[in-house]
Every structure is written in structure tokens, then in C-alpha cells.
């Protein structure tokens, strides 16, 4: 058996008949010690960076193109950022697969308050057949060149970012491959990539990295992902922006905004949407938009009808005790608030056995009712009033086995 040393010296060898050899292939390894560090070139400091990807994701109407439309005015006007800290001047790329820049994109430039002469669209590939639409698998390079001649691109926005993956977009190994070039293209140009998407249905209260539409590679490659929500009328409304997740820096925080309709400069009759920064907020992406969900009617009622599944296939073999439920609930990314308003909903009693420190407590179904859709037998037949309930005697010593209506306790 040949060495290491020999298989490696071997490696790529390939036998062309008569003629001989053909050159043989290597492995290229770089030592550690001929690297220069250098640090991360931030466009927004501990936002955006320039040469990484980023991924901005919500529900539909938070204003997630917008708010990536301010971004690109910021940088086209050297302006300021929420944080109210010095961008620096750049040229941005603009690539959208859903907006029309006549009617919607620089409309809402302009009123931004764009240069819109540092912003270029991503148009079709000319070729001597024709022009052709833009594919990512093929034409980065072509657009690297391109660019190239703009000197200083700082920021690119992909809209939607899944456009820019030809393969199946739910499949890791697709999703990877298709961003590639992609993400060989910012670090080229040294231009922060910002990629608009959406959150999976019924998904609040859950990592909202792995919300994002599509395979978890989307997150997984992203260096910063931000999570966008809208907050009720009772909390001032409006809307929020928060990190969810930074592979380079803090992965907290975020800022109130709100979409406001502006005349757009040098056309009279037209209005367009813009995004207004308010303060800054502190806390977990996930804390943030899980508080702003659960009150507006669609995420309140798409959150409170997987809490329901959850606890109906958790309860269809019988009773589980509480802190387990609550533990499996946790994990799955449903908020304690979403499982008392499921465990309501579906009628689950709690039966409390022993006393003291010894003491447990159970979560199950009524008289043995188990609904593994939406408990609506048990919601209908066997939701009880506090006035009905009955305490069982003790059976013997600290084996007590009580029937509570739990309101406001878990």
C-alpha cells in the first residue's frame, strides 16, 4: 500500500495512452502564517458589510423592499444611517425580479432622496442572438465585468433572493450552489448583498433564521439576516427592524420604522412609499417579532392553531406532565403566552398529583377525549366553567389526583 506521501504525490495522475502522462492536478493549500489579517469592511457598522450577504425577511406588507430601497439611498447620498452614524458615498446595484423601476423603484428612490445616478438596475444580457433575462448561474462573472467599469459598487439588492437560485430553492445543496456566484460576485466587487425574502407561513415564534422562505441554507449562508414585523395600534404601531443574526458581530437589536407616502421630487402628481427610522430598540430578534405577531390577527391566529396541533398530537396517547409540554413547546418555537391560549381553547384540564415539593402536574384531554385536530370535541364538549369544577378525593397518602381550571396559570 503506497504512503500518504506517495498517494498525495499520485493524486490526479491521469494515463493518456502512448503519449504519456497528462499534467497532474493538485490541491492548492495556503498557510495560515502567509495570511494577513484584516478587518471587516462595514458599509453600516455592525449592519452591513461590505463583500457578505445579508438577508432581509418578513410578512408580506412590512416593507422589506423599502426599507432596502432607504439602504441604497443612504449609500448613493453618503447620508446617515438610523443610528444616525456617516455612511460613505457608493454606487449600488439593484437586480428585482417583482418591482418595475418606472413606477415603483425610482419613484420611491427619488423620494428617498436618492442620487439616482449612483444606482443602476440589472437588465437583460445582451448577446449577438438578442437580449436574453439575467441568470445568476451563469452571468456573475459578465456582471462583475460590467460593473467593474462603475469603480466603487458598495451595496447590491437582490429582490426576491430566491430568484437568484435556478434549482429547487426547499433543497440545501441547491440553494448553495446557486448562491455561489452570487456571493463570489459580492466579495469581487466588495459590495454588501442584501437579499429580500419572506417568513414561512405559520411559522411565528420560531428562530426566525429558520423562517426564512425556502431551505435553511438561505440563513446558513447569510453572515447577517434581519427579520422585519409590524407592530400593533396599541404599541404606537408602525413597524420594527431587528438583527436576528450576525456571524460577525452583535446579533441583537434593532430599530422602529414606518412606511410614509412623500411627493417625488420633480413630479408633481406622483406619490411614493419611504421608509422613516424612528429610536432604536434592544432585545432578541426572535422576542421582538414574536410580541409584534402575536397581535396582529394573522400571526395571533396562525400561531394559536400550531400551538393547538402541537398539543393535540402531544396529548393523543394521554396525560404529559406540564414541564415537559412546556420544554417540547419551547423547542419548537411556541411562546408561553400562544400555549396557554391553546391549552384554553382545547378545554386540557390540569391534574395535579402529591404534595408539596413532590408534587406534579399533568396536562390531558377530558375523560379521556383526545383530538388530534384541533380539539374541537373537546373544546365544544368538555370546556368547563371554574363554578363546575370538582375536586376527587384523596386516594391514599400523597397520591391525590386533582381536576384544576387553569385561568391565568400554567
Same mark, same amino acid.
Given at each position: 500500500?503506497?504512503?500518504?506521501?506517495?498517494?498525495?504525490?499520485?493524486?490526479? =495522475?491521469?494515463?493518456?495512452?502512448?503519449?504519456?502522462?497528462?499534467?497532474?492536478?493538485?490541491?492548492?493549500?495556503?498557510?495560515?502564517?502567509?495570511?494577513?489579517?484584516?478587518?471587516?469592511?462595514?458599509?453600516?457598522?455592525?449592519?452591513?458589510?461590505?463583500?457578505?450577504?445579508?438577508?432581509?425577511?418578513?410578512?408580506?406588507?412590512?416593507?422589506?423592499?423599502?426599507?432596502?430601497?432607504?439602504?441604497?439611498?443612504?449609500?448613493?447620498?453618503?447620508?446617515?444611517?438610523? $443610528?444616525?452614524?456617516?455612511? =460613505?458615498?457608493?454606487?449600488?446595484?439593484?437586480?428585482?425580479?417583482?418591482?418595475?423601476?418606472?413606477?415603483?423603484?425610482?419613484? &420611491?428612490?427619488?423620494?428617498?432622496?436618492?442620487?439616482?445616478?449612483?444606482?443602476?438596475?440589472?437588465?437583460?444580457?445582451?448577446?449577438?442572438?438578442?437580449?436574453?433575462?439575467?441568470?445568476?448561474?451563469?452571468?456573475?462573472?459578465?456582471?462583475?465585468?460590467?460593473?467593474?467599469?462603475?469603480?466603487?459598487?458598495?451595496?447590491?439588492?437582490?429582490?426576491?433572493?430566491?430568484?437568484?437560485?435556478?434549482?429547487?430553492?426547499?433543497?440545501?445543496?441547491?440553494?448553495?450552489?446557486?448562491?455561489?456566484?452570487?456571493?463570489?460576485?459580492?466579495?469581487?466587487?466588495?459590495?454588501?448583498?442584501?437579499?429580500?425574502?419572506?417568513?414561512?407561513?405559520?411559522?411565528?415564534?420560531?428562530?426566525?433564521?429558520?423562517?426564512?422562505?425556502?431551505?435553511?441554507?438561505?440563513?446558513?449562508?447569510?453572515?447577517?439576516?434581519?427579520?422585519?414585523?409590524?407592530?400593533? $395600534?396599541?404599541?404606537?404601531?408602525?413597524? /420594527?427592524?431587528?438583527?436576528?443574526?450576525?456571524?460577525?458581530?452583535?446579533?441583537?437589536?434593532?430599530? &422602529?420604522?414606518?412606511?410614509?407616502?412623500?411627493? /417625488?421630487? !420633480?413630479?408633481?402628481?406622483?406619490?411614493?412609499? /419611504?421608509?422613516?427610522? !424612528?429610536?432604536?430598540?434592544?432585545?432578541?430578534? &426572535?422576542?421582538?417579532?414574536?410580541?409584534?405577531?402575536?397581535?396582529?390577527?394573522?400571526? &395571533?391566529?396562525?400561531?394559536?392553531?400550531?400551538?393547538?396541533?402541537?398539543?393535540?398530537?402531544?396529548?393523543?396517547?394521554?396525560?404529559?406532565?406540564?414541564?415537559?409540554?412546556?420544554?417540547?413547546?419551547?423547542?419548537?418555537?411556541? =411562546?408561553?403566552?400562544?400555549?396557554?391560549?391553546?391549552?384554553?381553547?382545547?378545554?386540557?384540564?390540569?391534574?395535579?398529583?402529591?404534595?408539596?415539593?413532590?408534587?406534579?402536574?399533568?396536562?390531558?384531554?377530558?375523560?379521556?377525549?383526545?383530538?388530534?385536530?384541533?380539539?374541537?370535541?373537546?373544546?365544544?364538549?368538555?370546556?368547563?366553567?371554574?363554578?363546575?369544577?370538582?375536586?376527587?378525593?384523596?386516594?391514599?397518602?400523597?397520591?391525590?389526583?386533582?381536576?384544576?381550571?387553569?385561568?391565568?396559570?400554567?
Amino acid at each position: 500500500m503506497p504512503s500518504l506521501a506517495e498517494f498525495a504525490a499520485g493524486a490526479g =495522475t491521469v494515463e493518456s495512452g502512448e503519449s504519456g502522462e497528462k499534467p497532474r492536478q493538485t490541491v492548492n493549500l495556503l498557510c495560515a502564517a502567509d495570511v494577513t489579517p484584516e478587518p471587516i469592511r462595514w458599509l453600516w457598522p455592525g449592519w452591513l458589510a461590505r463583500g457578505k450577504l445579508h438577508v432581509i425577511a418578513g410578512a408580506p406588507g412590512t416593507g422589506k423592499t423599502t426599507v432596502a430601497l432607504a439602504m441604497a439611498a443612504t449609500v448613493s447620498t453618503a447620508g446617515r444611517w438610523p $443610528d444616525r452614524s456617516a455612511a =460613505t458615498a457608493g454606487n449600488v446595484l439593484i437586480w428585482s425580479g417583482e418591482d418595475d423601476p418606472r413606477d415603483t423603484l425610482v419613484p &420611491r428612490l427619488l423620494a428617498a432622496g436618492a442620487d439616482v445616478s449612483r444606482i443602476h438596475f440589472v437588465g437583460d444580457v445582451q448577446e449577438r442572438g438578442g437580449a436574453r433575462p439575467f441568470d445568476p448561474a451563469t452571468d456573475c462573472a459578465l456582471l462583475a465585468a460590467t460593473a467593474e467599469r462603475l469603480s466603487d459598487v458598495a451595496l447590491l439588492l437582490v429582490d426576491p433572493i430566491v430568484s437568484a437560485v435556478p434549482g429547487d430553492s426547499h433543497k440545501n445543496a441547491e440553494v448553495r450552489r446557486g448562491l455561489a456566484p452570487l456571493v463570489d460576485l459580492g466579495a469581487k466587487l466588495g459590495a454588501a448583498i442584501v437579499g429580500i425574502s419572506h417568513f414561512t407561513k405559520g411559522t411565528a415564534g420560531r428562530d426566525p433564521v429558520e423562517r426564512v422562505t425556502g431551505s435553511i441554507a438561505f440563513g446558513a449562508l447569510a453572515r447577517l439576516v434581519f427579520g422585519a414585523a409590524k407592530l400593533p $395600534d396599541e404599541e404606537g404601531g408602525g413597524r /420594527v427592524f431587528c438583527r436576528a443574526k450576525s456571524n460577525i458581530g452583535p446579533d441583537s437589536g434593532g430599530f &422602529r420604522y414606518d412606511l410614509r407616502e412623500r411627493d /417625488v421630487p !420633480g413630479y408633481p402628481s406622483l406619490t411614493a412609499s /419611504v421608509a422613516e427610522w !424612528g429610536e432604536a430598540i434592544e432585545g432578541e430578534a &426572535r422576542e421582538i417579532l414574536a410580541a409584534a405577531e402575536a397581535s396582529q390577527p394573522e400571526g &395571533r391566529g396562525a400561531a394559536l392553531a400550531e400551538a393547538e396541533e402541537f398539543l393535540s398530537g402531544i396529548l393523543e396517547s394521554g396525560p404529559v406532565p406540564k414541564r415537559d409540554i412546556v420544554s417540547k413547546a419551547e423547542a419548537e418555537g411556541i =411562546t408561553l403566552d400562544t400555549l396557554k391560549r391553546a391549552k384554553s381553547s382545547l378545554g386540557i384540564e390540569s391534574r395535579k398529583r402529591g404534595f408539596g415539593k413532590d408534587a406534579t402536574t399533568s396536562w390531558t384531554f377530558p375523560d379521556g377525549h383526545f383530538s388530534h385536530t384541533g380539539g374541537a370535541i373537546a373544546k365544544q364538549a368538555h370546556k368547563k366553567s371554574s363554578a363546575s369544577m370538582e375536586f376527587e378525593p384523596p386516594v391514599c397518602g400523597n397520591d391525590i389526583d386533582t381536576t384544576e381550571l387553569e385561568e391565568g396559570f400554567l
